[in-house]
């Protein structure tokens, strides 16, 4: 069953993610070569508490950081830890704040000094397909509409599409029904109604698409281990159309 939010509800979640967003945007702002993606993991940490909100990943099914560092070919899930950033580097960040109960979840793809031409291409392609993305959530619209325009934009650009990780429904809880997957065909699942709230979270990869878990237990890496992009939103379903709760 897909939960429906009331206004009120989303309110709250618009706090949620706009704490989100901001944390994202420090992280972003202390990228660079030469830093940890642990002393990033406190920057976003510091930046969720000082607005006294939590943050939504730390201990999550066990997790223990406040965000999900990828590198390059790590997909999604990456551990904040000792690895030092070098220019060239991509990095997924990938981070969630909890507000009076309510989740904002958001992701993005950093470049790390000067990168190259194909992971430029590949950033902005998997943005691009989270834009198509959102702009499905049009009441009327069905749900696989928004996993078609994704897959679209990803294809069309000569990059895959992730199957085994997907978006999802989000409120009190981080994952709620229904999954997202950012693929077609369009035109099936439930028809898409206001109040719905859905984290849209594109997966895109610059060669093949499968994938493979680390022992870690959680590091996701593409199986060819070239790179990989993310970019999540939370946003919701209104009667004029999508309204993104993950901005400042
Ligand atoms: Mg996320
Ligand atoms: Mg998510």
């Not at 981070?95 to 950033?123: H, K, N, Q």
């Not at 990989?228 to 009667?239: G, I, L, N, R, Y």
Request: hydrophobic share 40%; net charge negative.
């Amino acid at each position: 069953m897909i939960i429906r939010k009331s206004a009120a509800e989303i309110e709250v979640m618009r706090e949620a993610g706009r704490i989100t967003a901001r944390a994202l945007r420090i992280v972003g702002e202390s990228v660079r070569p030469g830093v940890t993606t642990r002393q990033l993991d406190r920057v976003a940490e510091e930046a969720i508490r000082e607005e006294g909100a939590v943050p939504a990943f730390l201990g999550y099914n066990g997790f223990p950081a406040t965000i999900c560092a990828s590198v390059n070919e790590q997909v999604v899930h990456g551990i904040p830890g000792d690895r030092v950033l070098g220019r060239g580097d991509i990095l997924s960040v990938d981070v969630g704040a909890i507000v009076d109960g309510y989740y904002g979840d958001s992701a993005f793809t950093f470049p790390v000094g000067e990168v190259g031409g194909e992971a430029v291409r590949l950033m902005d392609a998997t943005r691009e397909a989270l834009s198509a993305g959102v702009a499905q959530c049009v009441p009327g619209m069905r749900l696989s509409d928004i996993g078609d325009a994704v897959q679209r934009v990803a294809e069309g650009a000569g990059f895959s599409v992730v199957r085994e990780y997907v978006g999802h429904g989000i409120g009190r809880a981080m994952h709620e029904e229904p999954q997202i997957a950012n693929f077609g065909p369009p035109g099936r699942g439930p028809v898409l109604k206001p109040g719905m709230v859905f984290a849209i979270e594109p997966m895109i990869n610059a060669g093949a698409a499968a994938v493979r878990s680390l022992p870690d237990g959680w590091t996701v890496v593409t199986a060819d281990r070239r790179p990989s992009a993310h970019f999540e939103h939370t946003v919701a379903v209104t009667e004029t159309g999508p309204d993104v709760l993950t901005v400042e």
